[in-house]
Nanobody, 121 residues
Framework: QVQLVESGGGLVQAGGSLRLSCAAS????????MGWYRQAPGKQRELVAV???????TYADSVKGRFTISRDSAKNTVYLQMNSLKPEDTAVYYC???????????????WGQGTQVTVSS
């Protein structure tokens, strides 16, 4: 199977920066996309940013110009550089991967365990 392991969350003051990482491991044939979602208390999980393994990226309007998603194909790793953080960015951030296990199995949707990002005002 596939595991997604996130790192890099924490507490930061408003205006600060954090970098999240997510490494995919296991029986991976190919990766379609990897991305980041977030869920704040009492709210639904929402897309933050997603990148195709070809390099195309999509961002939520609320983070455009502040967050940058990138990937290292050789390491099956995706990063989220978060700058100019705001208190409203506080949430649990989840890594997502759409991954094919073999040429005929998948793609399947996988999730990481989540990492807390807290931005203080």
């Amino acid at each position: 199977q596939v595991q997604l392991v996130e790192s890099g969350g924490g507490l930061v003051q408003a205006g600060g920066s954090l970098r999240l990482s997510c490494a995919a491991s296991g029986s991976i044939f190919s990766i379609n996309t990897m991305g980041w979602y977030r869920q704040a208390p009492g709210k639904q999980r929402e897309l933050v940013a997603v990148i195709t393994w070809g390099g195309s990226s999509t961002y939520a309007d609320s983070v455009k110009g502040r967050f940058t998603i990138s990937r290292d194909s050789a390491k099956n790793t995706v990063y989220l550089q978060m700058n100019s953080l705001k208190p409203e960015d506080t949430a649990v951030y989840y890594c997502n991967g759409v991954i094919r296990l073999t040429p005929v199995r998948g793609p399947y949707n996988y999730w990481g365990q989540g990492t807390q990002v807290t931005v203080s005002s």
